[in-house]
């Protein structure tokens, strides 16, 4: 009698639901993207982009001297000795002398407590080497740099100042608001 029921009772009809859309078609790389919109968040004008690009034949190269202008207000400058190109942490590897010790420092150019980043001095040679460790060394150590960083600003601050009788100066009145004691 069971195998007479089981015959006569039609088979019941299980619910098919469509497959749930996928994320593939909606963002075919996930990672690019975020990596892109993180970019654009902390760099939004590209010039740091563009600044370490391997494109960009003005692009800042092994061996360049870098000053970076952090937000605490201590700027720093060195040899650039390596270049880590890698998306949203791309860093680069800075060194100088400070107070006659060697000084090397990691730098996240997309770092939000970097306010800008400006190449002090090319290179004379392109470089033949993507890491020039050998920097390092007493014999191509590039010694103290304060003399190049400093007459690099002089010379921004000059182009950069437009009129020659602006407010900055020499005199007993320099930097004060007119009208204004102090």
């Known amino acids: 009698m069971l195998k007479a029921e089981l015959r006569t009772q039609s088979p019941k009809k299980i619910k098919t639901y469509p497959p749930p859309p996928s994320a593939r078609a909606k963002c075919p790389e996930p990672l690019v993207t975020f990596a892109a919109s993180q970019i654009s968040l902390l760099d939004p ?21 870098l000053l970076v202008r952090f937000k605490s207000g201590d700027p720093f ?22 107070t006659r010790i060697g000084t090397e420092i990691w730098v996240k150019v997309y770092s939000p407590t970097v306010v800008g980043i400006e190449v002090v001095q090319r290179a004379e040679k392109r470089a033949r080497r993507a890491r020039l460790y050998y920097m390092r060394k007493p014999k191509h150590d590039r010694g103290n740099l304060s003399g190049i960083v400093d007459a690099y600003i002089r010379t921004r601050n000059l182009l950069g100042r437009g009129s020659v009788g602006s407010s900055q100066g020499r005199g007993a009145n320099a930097g004060k608001k007119d009208g204004t004691k102090s």
């Open 45 to 65: 004008r590209g010039s740091r982009t563009r600044l370490f690009s391997k494109t960009n034949p003005d692009s800042a190269r092994v061996g360049d001297i």
């Open 77 to 98: 400058a060195g040899v650039c000795i390596n270049i880590r190109r890698r998306g949203v942490d791309t860093s680069i590897l800075l060194r100088a002398q400070l």
